[in-house]
Nanobody
Framework: QVQLVESGGGLVQAGGSLKLSCTVS????????MGWYRQAPGKQRALVAT???????TSADPIKGRFTISRDNAKNLMYLQMSSLKPEDTAVYYC????????????WGQGTQVTVSS
C-alpha cells in the first residue's frame, strides 16, 4: 500500500515563505511523476506543479517565479518551496504521485493547510 504524507503547512503573513514536504512510502515500484495540487475554499482542486523523474518541471501560471518544486529521488521526498506568498495562495495543498509505468496509478496525500494572512 502506498502512502503519501504532506507536512510543512501553516499560517504565514503575505510576502512570507513556507516549504512543503511530501514523503512517499510503501510498495513503490517506480515513481513516474509527482506534484502538487491545491484547493481553495469554494473552488475546484487546481494543479500547482509537477516534476518528472528526469527532473523536468511544469508549473501553473499563478505560482511561476514564486514556487519551486523539487525532488529527492533517493529518499522518495518531494518539496514545494513557496515564496512571496499571497492571500490567494490560501488553500489545502495535496501532493500526488503517479506510480508504475505499465499500469500507472495515482496516489494522494491527505492535504496540508496553507493560510496566508494579509
Amino acid at each position: 500500500q502506498v502512502q503519501l504524507v504532506e507536512s510543512g503547512g501553516g499560517l504565514v503573513q503575505a510576502g512570507g515563505s513556507l516549504k512543503l514536504s511530501c514523503t512517499v512510502s510503501g510498495s513503490i515500484s517506480s515513481i513516474v511523476a509527482m506534484g502538487w495540487y491545491r484547493q481553495a475554499p469554494g473552488k475546484q482542486r487546481a494543479l500547482v506543479a509537477t516534476i518528472l523523474n528526469d527532473g523536468s518541471t511544469t508549473s501553473a501560471d499563478p505560482i511561476k517565479g514564486r514556487f519551486t518544486i523539487s525532488r529527492d529521488n533517493a529518499k522518495n521526498l518531494m518539496y514545494l518551496q513557496m515564496s512571496s506568498l499571497k492571500p490567494e495562495d490560501t488553500a489545502v495543498y495535496y501532493c500526488y504521485a503517479v506510480i508504475g509505468y505499465d499500469s500507472p496509478m495515482v496516489y494522494w496525500g491527505q492535504g496540508t493547510q496553507v493560510t496566508v494572512s494579509s
